[in-house]
């Protein structure tokens, strides 16, 4: 017989059971008498999972299926079966769409017989029609048109296999391609110099212009020529690298010497201030090396505590391990990440991004290849495709390309370098300041994947301005292998960067393959940690100044007015590098 105190207790206990939880405990699945609810089928869309046919008992939370046996919360999950195929720890060989190369030499032939026969009708000074001399520049420019493309493919399918037979097939592409252009210049040269129908080939021209055209782009003998004679010897060096056939410090000693003659060529001193202005840098080349001062003084000691951080994270096995796995592939939860970050971003992103899957835009090689990373080209009849190669198959890469991707959609493809790695770089960074925001992960996790990344993406600046002064070393200083090498080690001291393989197949790499280019990646770091520092505080005002950068204002397309429209600081002032020591608080 239960007594008074007996009673009270229990239903204090049922009190506590039931304000503790907000509602009756669980019943343990083995003594539920289950309540099947019948869940109806539901297909999966690219952002929304689906649902198999199943029962739920909202007694005890259990799922089964439809013969009622017990099954796990995951096995009702249907997704695309993109997402499935991505589900993985491990690189992946994937090509989104067909690529076709249906290079055909004979083809090339003939139009170049076809234009030579023109070429020789119109300088013999036979009767010609204006008709007659426009077709075959017509059938010229879709040769040219076609050629570009076929690089384009034979480019990337090379970079896929790593086969030096596959980057042969792509230099013998690349020299019909500027053969091409040679009948281009050679057929308007002979209309030139005829001149009966210069008031049409040629009506913005005066007749100074038209002279010079004819002496630019006459060659011995007769016809034209491209005039990019040490830009072909540049892409032979590079093609004969790629194959094997050129060992590296050779191949970069000879190609610093061809660089400076095309410099020269341009009139410039040498090819890094040719590099500078063709990639329409708002700086000099002495400026950025001034500015190597301000990073060593801040970014380097920013870099030495975030690792120090980070050390400390990875004492836990569990954030150690974590990270080796969010920092490669797309699989799992990493994936579900990359869905709500661009479903939440909205607008053109969010299209964009499933673009990129349903088109079938998307190109992933397991096969390691030094000679190549991860890009986004521009294909002539597909558009824009991402390529990751087997060591850059990560979230970060990903993040990095499809700002690309998502910029040639929304802003057109910029030839302000600085500004295109901004909306790269910029999204790789937002994303990871959306991580941070997330409830997918623990605390634990999420602080240390963030160190991680700061790391990584911090080393990355580092490394950029130090390549970028290596560079000014070798385009203006003799130099052997030795010294080259000496200066790099030199220089790796100074900014306090580390690479995890082997530093000189990593300078190497760099030097032959992204002249001039790295300097923009450290600029447009900079901005994008301006982004990344905002995000802690405000994701939606980050998020609003990455959508800036990536929507054109009007025509204009400098760097620094469109850090400033997106409310960030010039790179090179006080204020930036100030903004992005706060990131030093996290």
């Known amino acids: 017989m239960k007594t008074k105190a007996h009673i009270l207790i229990g239903l204090s206990l049922c009190a506590f059971l039931v304000t503790s ?12 008498n289950h309540n099947y609810n019948h869940v109806n089928a539901k297909a999966a869309s690219f952002y929304e999972d689906g649902n198999i046919e199943h029962y739920f008992c909202d007694k005890c939370s259990k799922y089964f299926d439809l013969s009622k046996k017990e099954i796990q919360s995951n096995q009702i999950k249907v997704r695309l079966e993109i997402f499935n195929t991505l589900d993985r720890e491990n690189p992946i060989s994937l090509f989104g769409s067909p690529l076709e190369l249906s290079y055909d030499e004979t083809k090339v032939q003939e139009v170049v017989d076809e234009s030579n026969a023109m070429i020789t009708k119109i300088d013999s ?3 010609y029609t204006a008709t007659e001399a426009q077709k075959v520049i017509t059938k010229i420019n879709e040769q040219l048109d076609f050629l570009k493309e ?3 493919i034979a480019n990337l399918l090379a970079d896929a296999s790593g086969k030096s037979e596959d980057y042969q097939k792509q230099d013998k592409i690349y020299n019909d391609y500027y ?8 057929v308007y040269v002979a209309i030139a110099k005829e001149g009966s129908y210069n008031h049409l080939f040629f009506k913005s021209y005066t007749e100074e212009q038209i002279q010079k055209f004819i002496k630019d782009h006459s060659k011995p003998g007769g016809g034209g020529t491209s005039g990019q004679t040490t830009s072909k010897q540049i892409q032979n060096l590079l093609d004969q690298y790629k194959a094997g056939k050129v060992e590296r410090f050779s191949a970069y000693s000879q190609l610093v010497s061809l660089s400076n003659q095309l410099a020269t060529e341009k009139s410039y001193k040498n090819y890094l201030e040719y590099a500078y202005r063709s990639y329409q840098r708002e700086y000099t080349v002495d400026n950025a090396i001034e500015l190597t001062d301000r990073v060593i003084e801040n970014i380097t000691p920013l870099y030495t505590n975030l690792k120090t951080k980070l050390a400390k994270a990875e004492e836990n096995e569990t954030v150690k391990d974590s990270n080796k796995k ?4 797309f699989f799992g939860k990493n994936m579900d990440l990359l869905r709500n970050y661009a479903r939440d971003l909205g607008n053109d992103y969010k299209v964009n991004f499933q673009k990129l899957f349903d088109e079938g835009r998307y190109y992933f090689s397991d096969v390691a290849n030094p000679n190549t990373t991860a890009y986004t080209a521009n294909f002539v009849s597909k558009g824009n495709v991402l390529f990751l190669s087997k060591d850059y198959q990560s979230m970060s890469s990903l993040t990095h390309e499809f700002g690309h991707f998502n910029a040639h959609y929304t802003y057109g493809d910029s030839v302000v370098l600085d500004l295109s790695e901004t909306q790269s770089k910029g999204n790789e960074l937002l994303f990871l300041s959306y991580i941070k925001n997330s409830n997918l992960f623990s605390d634990e996790i999420k602080k240390g994947y963030t160190y991680n990344t700061l790391c990584s993406s911090i080393n990355s600046l580092l490394l950029d301005f130090a390549i970028n002064e290596l560079e000014k070393y070798a385009y203006t200083t003799s130099f052997d292998q030795t010294s080259l090498e000496s200066k790099w080690d030199e220089l790796l001291t100074k900014y306090g960067a580390t690479i995890s393989r082997n530093k000189y197949d990593y300078m190497y790499q760099v ?18 940690l301006q982004l990344f520092a905002k995000g802690l505080t405000d994701f939606s005002v980050a998020a609003n100044a990455y959508k800036s950068i990536y929507t054109k204002d009007g025509d ?5 007015k469109s850090l400033e429209n997106a409310g960030l600081f010039d790179v090179f002032s006080s204020e930036s590098f100030n903004l992005i020591k706060t990131i030093e608080n996290i």
């Open 21 to 32: 939880c907000g509602q009756s405990p669980e019943v343990p699945s083995d003594e539920c």
């Open 125 to 127: 000074g036979k009767y």
């Open 150 to 152: 076929q690089f384009d």
């Open 179 to 186: 053969r091409m252009q040679d009948q281009y210049y050679g």
């Open 326 to 329: 969010l920092s490669k592939n």
């Open 511 to 528: 030097l032959i393959n992204y002249r001039g280019y790295y300097v923009s990646y450290g600029v447009s770091e900079l901005a994008s």
């Open 556 to 560: 204009t397309e400098k760097f620094k």
